[in-house]
């Protein structure tokens, strides 16, 4: 068997699934905001393209996806961030949704071959980053994101470890923070990567989910042109339509940029054997040609993350994020608690046992580094289930804290 198998850690449902198991709540109604799994509808036009194009199933499909779906997707990307251009034959490529695509990058761009290969990844993260570096004969190489540095990175590693770093995971809107990029930490994380030699992959399947339609977040590709490096060298960008378009089953996202890492991307998956499928494609194309279910789908997490703020804020210290579906909620600290925070694992669990809430522990999803674990002291909570639902959330941990 392959040894770095018995590399990657347990996932954090799974440590949540043993924190809670055996646990039996007095409340019937189960409330779960522990997975960012999106539940409002998938809309119509998604799934009526689905059944349109049903014939797509009696062909294989090519690794690259049809013509038209990375037109649709260059024309969606120049739109949504002002691109001067983007190719459809070079700087875009379908993926079967973010994550194969997040996990398959590094096993393209990392070179295990150098000594002790880093891949630098934000902490607390999205754990597949975590996976995808071991997988590729790296080491996680982690930036701690802390309330101190209003959830930026900390970019404090060594001239040695950035030597080492080949790849850059990049996650805005940052889950579970919900912190966004600005255009200063762009400039910043590109100085870095020209002067030490690493690809930026920038994960931003959270890129829909915001409050000011006025503002939407920025993105890398729309921070590369505004800085003038409208190759987008070094740079990969991550999108999906599972949270824009309530559509997590359908595994359908999209890579973009540096037309030369996304040629070697290409030649990886035409091996690994990811094409997708050509019914998947043409709701895809339905999907990213739409936008009134897009702001339809913010309207209805604008309301809920209006309502449940204010009850929580009382008890908890939650802060609307600058977007995404996720508060990520310090923990205030017991009574026999000394510190600013309370412990996070035992507070999930103590309030599921009273109340049927499940949240997820901050600390399953970081790991200490620099002596701290970044997660500990906060629960992340998706506010995903309907507004009423999350409310009643709100109102069984505000009575919880009675
Ligand atoms: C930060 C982040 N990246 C990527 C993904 C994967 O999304 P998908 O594979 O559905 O596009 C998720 C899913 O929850 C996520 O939270």
């Known amino acids: 068997m392959n040894p770095l198998l018995t590399t990657l850690q347990p996932y954090p449902f799974e440590k949540l699934h043993g924190l809670l ?18 539940r409002h509808p998938t809309p119509a036009l998604l799934r009526e393209a689905l059944v349109e194009h049903l014939d797509g199933l009696a062909t294989y499909p090519m690794s690259a996806g049809l013509g038209e779906l990375r037109e649709t997707l260059a024309a969606w990307f120049r739109r949504r961030y002002s691109l001067q251009h983007l190719d459809s034959e070079t700087e875009v490529l379908p993926v079967n949704g973010t994550r ?62 950035w030597n080492r770093t080949q790849l850059l995971y990049v ?13 200063e930490d762009w400039r910043e994380l590109f100085g870095l ?13 959270y890129s829909e989910i915001y409050t000011d339609e006025a503002a939407p977040p920025l993105g890398a590709l729309e921070a590369a042109h505004r800085l003038g490096r409208d190759d987008y060298r070094g740079l990969v960008v991550f999108v999906s339509l599972s949270k824009r378009s309530n559509a997590p089953g359908l595994r359908s996202g999209c890579v973009a940029g540096d037309a030369a890492l996304l040629r070697q ?10 094409a997708m499928s050509l019914t998947v494609q043409h709701a895809s194309i339905a999907a990213w040609s739409d936008e009134v279910h897009v702001r339809d789908n913010r309207a209805r997490y604008r309301k809920t993350f209006a309502a449940v703020v ?33 412990d996070d694992v035992a507070f999930a669990r103590d309030l599921f046992a009273a109340t049927h809430v499940t949240v997820l522990p901050g600390q399953f999803l970081a790991r200490e580094a620099h002596g701290v674990n970044p997660g500990r002291g ?10 009423h639902e999350c409310i009643e959330a709100a109102e069984r941990i505000v009575e919880f804290f009675r």
Do not use: K
Not at 265 to 274: A, E, K, V
């Open 21 to 38: 198991a055996g646990i039996v709540p007095p409340v019937p109604v189960p409330i779960r905001l522990s997975i960012g799994e999106p």
């Open 265 to 274: 991307f290409l030649l990886y998956r035409t091996y690994h054997g990811c």
């Open 378 to 387: 906060y629960v992340r909570m998706a506010l995903v289930p309907e507004t």
């Open 310 to 342: 204010p009850i929580l804020s009382p008890v908890m210290q939650v802060q609307r994020p600058d977007a995404g579906f996720y508060l990520w909620a310090g923990v205030p600290p017991g009574r026999n608690e000394s510190g600013s925070r309370g």
């Open 193 to 205: 990567a020209d002067r030490y030699g690493f690809v930026i992959a920038s994960d931003e399947c």
């Open 100 to 161: 194969e695509a997040l996990f398959a990058f590094a096993q393209t761009v990392v070179d295990a071959s150098y000594p002790a290969p880093l891949v630098a990844c934000p902490n607390p993260f999205y754990q597949i980053y975590e996976g995808a570096a071991l997988l590729a004969g790296a080491r996680p190489l982690f930036l701690n994101q802390t309330a101190d540095n209003g959830f930026g990175f900390d970019l404090e590693a060594t001239v040695d470890e």
């Open 171 to 183: 996650c805005s809107p940052g889950n579970p923070t919900g912190r966004v990029l600005t255009l």
